[in-house]
């Protein structure tokens, strides 16, 4: 009696055994060191939550590919870490009323049990926290480099508020008008800031993207939030007045068509315009807009808007042109100001239809106007009409003279731009790095010596946000105030944090040399073990995260640190596991899958199958406990096979070699393409193919069952493990080579064809494969000797495929 699968048993004895005997290793057995393989996960902030089915799916895909390459020669690189600051860890900290070293460090200990439960192939000797002095220190020197180079600026501007958190936020962590962490509704309040310029770098994060093998929807997204756009400035006088206004225009060949401009509430003119009889309604508005995010603004459909009661003047035309205020207008976007074309702008035409603003159309089909226009004519390409000097040209020839035009007659220059803002860096929040600058009344801000880094953050009992616009630092008087660098005299340090952010934008480079007091990592192992080769996680970091942390290494690439100028090679991103319905996991709603259940019932093997097995890994998946079942007892059928086969002395067959390549070559193709959901829909279709054999020929052979085993291995690594030395092996499946197919041996000796008969099937029949038309059609007339009835007048073969009869 074969013994039965005990996958606890099983799982803790291999743990223990690649804890004592690690398989991923650098040499390889003749000596030579390996090629590196860089695999990365996004690292998880310690969220008291701990992981949920959601979080392994991702650890798992990635380990998957690890324990891949790492059969495919490879020395695999597969760290892990931790983005413990930042709003999540204090929010928590917060609700539970404890300080957030502690509530980090204890939910640290936690998920990384947890971690461990997947059995991923990871080097914890590689581990980094971003909280650690000897990390965060260098995230302030880079800080320091860029302060020096002049990307880190200081500005007083509006920016997101949340109210709940009580700290500001950059433009990309507003998600519908509110805090993607805690969910308030975000406001605008003026402060004081640290920004980054990123902008700085725009044309090259742009550019560089047709270098990535990344998702093109992933690429998109970015290239969308750069928004590159070509054009010209336009000055438009104010009317009566000695002021003007600039606006930027992506179509200066419909100039003639502007009969309105529209002003950002912000812009510095848009109070200053409004007429006395307007005043109150523009006031009122300014206000009003300014309790709105940039998102809300964007995405409310029904246009809002004032009348200011003054008027420019088109340069062009030289038509009086009403000034307007309006929310859809961001004063961070091109001038803060626009004109607006309503005939050949839907969003303009909406505006104008709704505050009865004339519709002058500039650009027609075949040149011919609509009449009674319905909706704004957007085709780029039409001729000139109403447009003067321009009448009977073609628009799409005609934008770049446009530009010219304006810059040679004065009243304006051609331009290019960006929707990309530059990054607001600074939070008023306790637990993040502190900005390494102090404030001297004579030297202005002075960056801390890079000698004195890391600059740590003090130990406080008060650590809740202070709601003024102030960290919880200001109020340490004995940390506050210092000494200035440059010239000694009393000075203050900064006492606004860095956001989140900041750690998770290079932290991929410290992994690989975490112990370096010297260097944010050498140049030798820059050069050989980066750029990362495989980053993979979930599509809602494409733009925050992946954008921040591609500036960040093109500007350390530019200070000579690394090599390269993009961190990730190649990108995926893997689909959410939700609940029922499609809702997203999270306890408030009661609907969070712990995976530690499903380990101790069914074991580590089955939940890493399942969570390839929901579906697509690129897709969202609904999440049922009851399919684990299934891929439960596909493992049983495994181990029973091997247990009834292990000690039989059976000689490979045809048949046993044809499957065992099939095989090979099912799970390396849908793998090599990601398709790891019928990866494992494949492991159970050729593992009954394999039982059917035993049956019919006494048994398997050694060889075929030791190859499953190799490429079950990095699915189910511990039953793989288990398998592989029931077999006999010596050493570990680990220790392999992944096999490669034979297409000869994989051929038919004989198939299958349908027959029919003007077009409907009459017999199937069994013939070589390699049969000539001839053969084919000889033996399929024989098979339906008995239904014809007629005369033949065609007779088709389609080799492999099909014979048709047609009859008369």
């Known amino acids: 009696m074969s013994t039965p699968y005990n996958h606890k048993a099983i ?221 010209a400035e336009v000055d438009f006088p104010v009317e009566g007045s000695e002021e003007s206004i600039r606006v930027y225009t992506t179509r200066p060949d419909t100039l003639y068509g502007a009969t309105f401009m529209v002003l950002a509430p912000e812009h510095e003119l848009a109070a200053k ?262 980053y993979i996680g979930g599509v809602e970091h494409a733009v925050l995260h992946l954008l921040y942390s591609r500036f960040y290494t093109k500007f350390l690439y530019d200070q000579g640190v690394v090599p390269f100028e993009e961190p990730f090679e190649k990108l995926f991103n893997q689909g959410m596991i939700t609940g029922k319905n499609g809702v997203k996991m999270s306890k408030s709603k009661g609907n969070v899958v712990s995976p530690d259940d499903l380990v101790n019932d069914y074991g580590c093997d089955s939940l890493r199958m399942y969570e390839l097995f929901v579906g697509p890994p690129e897709l969202d998946a609904e999440w049922d406990d009851r399919g684990i079942d299934g891929v439960n007892r596909y493992l049983k059928r495994v181990w029973n096979l091997v247990q009834e086969n292990k000690d039989k002395d059976v000689a490979a067959t045809g048949s046993m070699i044809k499957e065992r390549n099939k095989l090979i070559y099912d799970i390396t193709t849908r793998l090599d393409t990601f398709s790891l959901n019928t990866v494992i829909s494949g492991f159970m279709e050729h593992n009954n193919n394999l039982i059917e054999l035993a049956k019919k020929e006494g048994g398997i052979d050694k060889e075929t069952l030791g190859t499953m085993a190799i490429l079950l291995s990095p699915f189910a690594p511990h039953i793989a493990e288990e398998v592989w030395q029931e077999l006999g092996n010596e050493g570990s499946v680990f220790a392999n080579t992944w096999p490669k197919y034979d297409l000869e041996a994989m051929k038919d000796d004989e198939i299958e064809v349908p027959v029919q008969v003007n077009g409907k099937t009459k017999a199937v029949i069994t013939i070589a494969a390699e049969a000539t038309a001839e053969e084919a059609l000889a033996v399929a007339k024989e098979a339906i000797a008995g239904k014809l009835s007629g005369n033949i007048v065609k007779e088709i073969y389609v080799p492999k495929r099909i014979v048709n009869i047609v009859m008369k």
Request: proline share 6%; charged share 25%; hydrophobic share 35%.
């Open 273 to 534: 315009l409004a007429t006395p009889e307007q005043k109150e309604a523009v006031d009122k508005y300014i206000l009003e807009a300014s309790m709105k995010s940039n998102v809300d603004r964007l995405q409310d459909k029904e246009k809002t808007g004032v009348f200011t009661g003054s008027y420019a003047i088109n340069p062009l035309s030289k038509e009086k042109t009403p000034i307007w205020i309006s929310d859809y207008v961001l004063a961070d976007y091109g001038t803060g100001a626009i004109m607006c074309v309503p005939a050949h702008d839907q969003r303009d035409f909406e505006f104008a239809t709704k505050f009865g603003i004339p519709i002058v159309q500039v650009i027609a089909k075949d040149g011919v106007a609509i009449e009674n226009m319905t909706e704004a004519y957007t085709e780029a390409a039409g001729t000139m009409i109403n447009s003067e000097q321009w009448n009977g040209l073609e628009s799409s020839a005609l934008k770049v003279d446009a530009a010219k035009e304006v810059e040679e007659k004065g009243f304006g220059k051609a331009t290019v731009n960006f929707k990309l803002r530059d990054w607001v860096f600074s939070r008023q929040r306790y637990w993040g790095e502190p900005i390494p600058i102090v404030h001297c009344p004579d030297c202005g801000a002075v960056p801390v010596p890079e000698e004195e880094l890391p600059l740590l953050l003090p130990e406080v009992e008060s650590y809740e946000p202070t709601g003024t616009g102030e960290s919880p630092l200001a109020g340490i008087d004995e940390w506050v105030n210092t000494t200035c660098p440059c010239c000694g005299k009393p000075a203050k340090r900064e006492t606004n944090t860095m956001p989140q952010w900041a750690g998770s934008s290079w932290y991929f480079l410290r992994y690989i040399d975490n112990k370096n007091n010297e260097e944010l990592v050498s140049k030798e192992k820059a050069a050989k073990y980066l750029p990362v080769d495989m």
């Open 11 to 231: 799982e803790q004895k291999w743990r223990k055994n690649w804890a004592a005997n690690p398989v991923n290793k650098k040499i390889d057995e003749k000596g030579n060191e390996k090629q590196k393989y860089y695999c990365l996960d996004m690292f998880p902030y310690p969220s008291a939550n701990g992981l949920h089915v959601g979080h392994w799916r991702g650890y798992v895909i990635s380990d998957v590919w690890s324990r891949y390459k790492l059969l495919n020669g490879y020395y695999i690189i597969h760290p892990m870490g931790w983005d413990a600051f930042g709003l999540p860890a204090e929010n928590y900290a917060i609700k539970i009323g404890v300080h957030p070293a502690k509530s980090t460090a204890e939910n640290i200990v936690n998920i990384k049990k947890q971690i461990d439960e997947i059995s991923a192939l990871y080097d914890w000797d590689m581990e980094v926290n971003t909280t650690d002095p000897d990390f965060y220190k260098w995230t302030q020197w880079i800080f320091v480099k860029m302060f020096k180079e002049g990307l880190a600026y200081e500005k007083e501007f509006p920016i997101n508020w949340c109210p709940s958190c009580k700290t500001g936020l950059a433009n990309e962590e507003v998600v519908n008008g509110a805090c993607e962490r805690c969910g308030t509704t975000v406001t605008k309040k003026n402060l004081r800031q640290w920004m980054l310029k990123i902008t700085q770098y725009a044309d090259r994060l742009l550019d560089d993207l047709d270098k990535l093998d990344w998702p093109e929807k992933v690429k998109k997204m970015q290239a969308d939030w750069i928004g590159k756009s070509y054009g």
